[in-house]
């Protein structure tokens, strides 16, 4: 076995745990394995745990079954401002650290049916941010793009998830950490509704609507975790029961009806491909059975600004007032910046604030009754790290513009990739509604993952073929090699036509590469006659999902010397894919770049 484990074992649950079953791999083997992968991963691990220290959690299945314990053997990344027994928790500031002695409860409970903690994740200090850059450990770079952000304040767990090293991540979520990174690094992100899982041995942000969270490759993997850390705590004062119809698969009706907001109040902030995700979300929400209701969220959007503007801030000063008091230069400036507000509230204030929101409260909870579920994206804009750099408290507030409200009101939330931008960036929605409605929102988000066939994470992985929608049947996969690529100038072309990216790979190493000038200069791979195999070379290439019903309008775009035909892959696979007639070979051979990509980016 590889210490490449991303090309040989897929991580989501119900995958690896056919692995165990049939002996491809074992716990042992498969930790051994990830671990060395981890390594390489920048930013995202405040402590990793070695051999020795997970060592214990693996002699605890010998007394386990995979028929029994649900979490058998399945690596898991854990935010580091929730505790793990005998490793030091630090919030993303080495000064505060401490070492628990014990496990948070969800992480007990997560344990105990067989999951193995590989370490403690990085995280926007004291978990005050949406953005994943203000850390001293470093700002965790995005899974797909490193010049954009990873989201925060989950970062590091859910760069660790979306790089295939973890099946699942805990994050915690008060304002949005738990789905705006899930968003840009195309994961499914639950913020169960409050209470659920237990915030015991969590560091506080606000403690009275901290939530931890789970991200997860599926919907389907995340409800398997969802089902085993529900459990209630009575050690937590804001812990709640689940109730019964909350605790297993809902059945959705065929036909359902979802809300967005008016359009006036969608803000995608001067990002045209983040707008065209969204309407095209709509579309395929509509194909699934869902009829759109334009509703006013002006109390959601209300709500949401009370989270800094209203005395909420001051639950973050009572969570780190000893260190703000004491030693406030070991904060980030940011990050002390905004907690430091936290004592100019008043009692007065306080209360207005609180009449406020239940009036709020209200009103939000008619536009809940009116439809099945909420849809909103997850976030309006994914920024670079220079933009971040440049306006880290405006940007980040405009991260949370569509995220804020959420516990403040009380609700479940779920955060669910939809399709790929045109910059080859993820993008997903957000689906809510009302308390303990966590099942419902999973269905659904199945529903679309399962018809999006997006691929899982950064990973490349799809979805295992239990998992698959029949409606995979009206799509057809497509190889492009050149200016159709992600982020490339005729990429629009299949996003357009709601194509997603399901993996990244190579030709097979029978091909050479010319330049075709136009308007657009385009790439053209020839494959090379059965006497001159030794000139082959092997090509970046992408795989594209197209709807069946847009192949025809995409082809009838492809200018001669391009075609549609067979193209033979690294690992053996025929796809239908471009080729080109012979005589693209009069134009200037570029097969030593090896890449149309870095190729156009020497030109």
Not at 122 to 147: I, K, M
Not at 238 to 250: H, L
Not at 511 to 535: L, T
Not at 552 to 572: C, H, N, R, Y
Request: charged share 20%; glycine share 8%.
């Amino acid at each position: 076995m590889t210490a490449n484990i991303k090309q040989d074992i897929n991580l989501s649950i119900s995958t690896l745990q056919q692995a165990y079953a049939s002996g491809e791999t074992s716990p042992e083997q498969l930790i051994k394995s990830l671990l060395i992968e981890a390594e390489s991963l920048t930013a995202v691990w405040i402590h990793l745990l070695t051999e020795a220290e997970i060592a214990p959690y693996l002699d605890n299945l010998k007394n386990m079954s995979p028929e029994t314990h649900p979490l058998y053997g399945v690596p898991f990344a854990i935010k580091d401002n929730i505790d793990l027994a005998g490793i030091p928790t630090t919030a993303a500031c080495a000064e505060f650290a401490y070492t628990p002695k014990e496990s948070a409860f969800v992480v007990k409970e997560l344990i105990a049916a067989g999951a193995i903690p590989l370490g403690k994740t990085n995280l926007d200090q004291f978990a005050t941010g949406l953005v994943g850059t203000r850390s001293p450990y470093g700002a965790t770079p995005n899974s797909f793009n490193p010049e954009y952000i990873s989201g925060g304040s989950s970062s590091g767990s859910a760069v660790a998830t979306a790089s295939g090293v973890v099946s699942f991540a805990l994050g915690t979520d008060t304002a949005g950490s738990g789905r705006v990174p899930a968003c840009f690094n195309n994961l499914v992100g639950l913020k169960p509704s409050k209470g659920l899982l237990s915030t015991s041995g969590v560091v506080p942000a606000c403690r009275s609507l901290d939530c931890v969270s789970i991200f997860a490759l599926t919907a389907d993997d995340a409800n398997t975790v969802f089902q085993v850390a529900a459990k209630y705590d009575e050690e937590d004062r804001y812990a709640r029961e689940n109730i019964s119809a909350n605790t297993k698969p809902v059945k959705l009706n065929d036909k359902f009806t979802f809300a967005i907001p008016l359009p006036e109040q969608l803000a995608f902030f001067g990002c045209d491909s983040y707008e065209r995700a969204f309407l095209q979300a709509v579309t395929a929400l509509e194909k699934l059975g869902g009829t759109k209701v334009e509703l006013d969220f002006t109390p959601l959007l209300d709500a949401a600004k009370l989270l800094y503007e209203g005395p909420w801030v001051a639950e973050r000063y009572i969570a780190t007032q000893d260190i703000l008091e004491e030693q406030p230069e070991v904060m980030m400036d940011v990050t002390r910046t905004i907690i430091s507000q936290g004592d100019k509230h008043s009692a007065v204030d306080t209360f207005y604030a609180l009449y406020r929101l239940q009036s709020l409260k209200k009103l939000a909870d008619k536009l809940i009754d009116q439809v099945d579920v909420l849809v909103t994206p997850t976030a309006g804009r994914h920024f670079t790290l220079a933009e971040i750099a440049e306006e880290p408290m405006l940007y980040n507030s405009q991260l949370g513009y569509y995220t804020n409200f959420m516990n403040l009101l009380d609700y479940a939330a779920l955060a669910v990739p939809t399709k790929f931008t045109s910059k080859g960036l993820p993008f997903g929605v957000t689906l809510f509604s009302d308390a303990f409605t966590d099942q419902k929102l999973l269905t659904l988000a199945k529903r679309i993952q399962d018809n999006a066939q997006l691929s899982l994470g950064a990973t490349g992985w799809t979805l295992p073929k239990t998992e698959l929608s029949t409606a995979s049947d009206a799509f057809i996969d497509v190889v492009v090699c050149g200016a159709h690529l992600s982020g490339m100038a005729l990429n629009w072309q299949l996003t357009d036509r709601n194509a997603v990216l399901i993996e990244k790979t190579q030709s097979a190493a029978k091909y050479q590469m010319f330049s075709v000038a136009g308007e657009i200069e385009r790439p053209a791979m020839i494959r090379n006659g059965v006497f001159d195999q030794e000139k082959g070379g092997s090509f970046e290439v992408e795989v594209w999902r197209l709807p069946i019903e847009s192949f025809g309008s995409f082809v009838a775009g492809i200018a001669q010397p391009l075609g549609i035909g067979k193209v033979e892959l690294a690992d053996g696979r025929w796809l239908t894919g471009f080729i080109a007639e012979g005589y693209a070979a009069q134009g200037e051979n570029i097969s030593s770049f090896g890449s149309w990509r870095k190729y156009k980016a020497k030109a």
